[in-house]
């Protein structure tokens, strides 16, 4: 023991043969075989008194502390004591790791590459507890091709930018996917649409406002920056991005998410919600960036409100992005000859999703079954369109009736208001007698058809909510299924119906003066984390 700690000038009679320097960082130098010979005898006779009571190595240091005169010589001796503790102990643990991954290494079953495959299996939480496991696990979890599927969503705000930066670098070109963001709890899935016409409120799956509720208590980490190591280093993360989904980000703004696509040329899906960004100016940066997309699903954090596209960006779109085939633009204000412009002008559509779109009347579909956009479409929801016409979709269904729109499987027209009448969208349609739902459910039984409405008597006049207490507060309706199936359902021939002109116009109710927007209060905390 005594031979391991350097003294003073009075224990000079018991030489070491190297000693620790007065600066505890340094490493002493070992200058030949003998030095390293004398050492490792030392050690040797060193770990040997780890069998010996603890009493004598007590005494021992005790007296070798009283020959030191010196209160700074005591404090040094008892720092380089603990300094050569901390030193064994960190060299013992270092060596069990090796020891254990070599272990590992013996028993696990899979060769690297094979482990690599496996652990690029796993979400991104996963990957990182089994990185904590062993050397071995965390060698193989390091790897690009483990971090090509990036998915950092969360129900609670926890992952930062820099969680983002670090698994972005790690995945380098391997980058394939990323989501971020926050989402909603498991018990958002099993709810539904509810828009009032005096409030629009989503709080459907992956929907801002079952987020908004928590704005000021747990706010969103990522900043807008978040996206920035995508376009770094010559922008090789996001060359080959393929898919890019973001929810809820509140710090998000057009000009980082414009750096963040025209970083990304081969991305193929895109999904946003809630972002604070505006639907022209995005569709701009898509249409000029993403030319290979083929889906785009779009969810306005503020429904009803933005109003921004124009026709020209649509024709951009339609020109620059002609794989898409799956378009969701929700909670948009939103015009029939501009909606109708994307929908006849992707040749592949097969998607479509404008629930929740304040001012479409349903004039858009009008002779798209045989046209050569939108022949093809499989899916349309127009669920909550406060808008949506009840003659529009029963000359929409007729024409189904009539063979066109034969690949179409699920449609969705429920309206928790009920459909607006021809003259006046006030007047509300709870049960139809123009519809030819059944018709259609018994010569077409492949497709999904919901049709659900509130009860005639339910829908709360706009009138009676101004002049109540419930102006204040957010008002939705109860809704249940009509159990009026139009059994003598008025059926429209092909020569009385509309579709057969390829008219298309924008929507007189939304220039009318009656046609009123209530803005929300503007009560959100503005986090900015940097």
């Not at 021992?60 to 603990?82: K, N, Y």
């Not at 030193?87 to 094979?114: C, E, F, G, M, Q």
């Not at 359902?489 to 109710?509: A, K, P, T, V």
């Amino acid at each position: 023991m005594d031979a391991l700690v350097h003294t003073p000038t009075s224990m000079a009679k018991r030489p070491c043969p190297f000693s620790l320097s007065s600066n505890p960082n340094q490493t002493p130098k070992l200058s030949s075989s003998r030095d390293l010979s004398q050492m490792d005898h030392l050690l040797e006779s060193f770990l040997s008194l780890g069998d010996s009571p603890s009493l004598p190595i007590d005494l021992s240091f005790d007296r070798l502390l009283q020959s030191v005169s010196s209160d700074a010589d005591q404090t040094r001796l008892i720092d380089r004591a603990l300094q050569l503790g901390s030193r064994l102990l960190h060299v013992a643990n270092r060596s069990a790791r090796k020891r254990a991954s070599t272990h590992n290494a013996i028993a696990w079953p899979l060769p690297p590459d094979l482990t690599i495959k496996v652990f690029s299996m796993l979400d991104t939480q996963s990957l990182c507890y089994a990185a904590a496991t062993c050397s071995m696990f965390n060698k193989c979890a390091t790897d690009p091709l483990c971090y090509a599927n990036i998915d950092l969503t969360t129900v609670v705000p926890k992952v930062n930018n820099a969680v983002v930066s670090t698994m972005i670098q790690r995945a380098g070109k391997a980058l394939k996917s990323l989501k971020l963001g926050i989402v909603p709890g498991p018990t958002a899935s099993c709810q539904s649409l509810v828009y009032t016409i005096r409030n629009s409120i989503d709080v459907s799956n992956f929907s801002w406002n079952d987020k908004r509720t928590r704005q000021g208590k747990e706010s969103s980490i990522l900043t807008r920056s978040c996206l920035n190591p995508l376009s770094g280093e010559n922008g090789t993360s996001g060359t080959l991005l393929r898919r890019l989904h973001l929810y809820n980000i509140e710090r998000m703004d057009n000009a980082s998410l414009r750096a963040a696509l025209s970083a990304c040329p081969y991305l193929l899906d895109l999904e946003i919600v809630g972002l604070h960004v505006e639907l022209r100016q995005t569709l701009v940066s898509v249409s000029t960036n993403c030319h290979f997309i083929e889906r785009l699903f779009f969810e306005s954090s503020k429904t009803g409100r933005d109003d921004s596209l124009k026709s020209p960006t649509c024709s951009d779109l339609v020109n620059n992005c002609p794989n898409l085939t799956a378009l969701a633009l929700r909670g948009f204000k939103l015009h029939d000859n501009q909606v109708r412009a994307l929908v006849k002008g992707f040749r592949k559509l097969k998607y479509i999703d404008f629930s929740t779109s304040y001012s479409i009347t349903g004039q858009f579909l009008r002779n798209l079954g045989n046209s050569t956009g939108g022949n093809l479409l499989e899916v349309l929801i127009l669920r909550d369109c406060m808008h949506l016409k009840e003659v529009e979709v029963a000359r929409f269904l007729t024409a189904v009736l009539a063979g066109d729109f034969k690949y179409l499987q699920h449609l969705d027209i429920s309206n928790r208001e009920g459909l607006a009448s021809e003259g006046d969208w006030y007047q509300r349609c709870y049960s139809s007698g123009i519809i030819p739902l059944k018709q259609v459910m018994e010569e077409r039984p492949g497709i999904c058809l919901l049709a659900d409405f509130p009860a005639e008597g339910s829908y709360i006049d706009i009138e009676q909510m101004m002049d109540s207490d419930l102006i204040s507060g957010e008002v939705s309706l109860p809704s249940q299924t009509s159990s009026q199936m139009s059994d003598g359902s008025f059926i429209m021939s092909s020569s009385e119906s509309s579709y057969n002109s390829d008219q298309s116009s924008g929507n007189e109710e939304g220039q009318d003066s009656g046609f009123v927007v209530y803005e929300e209060s503007s009560d959100e905390v503005d986090f900015l984390v940097i």
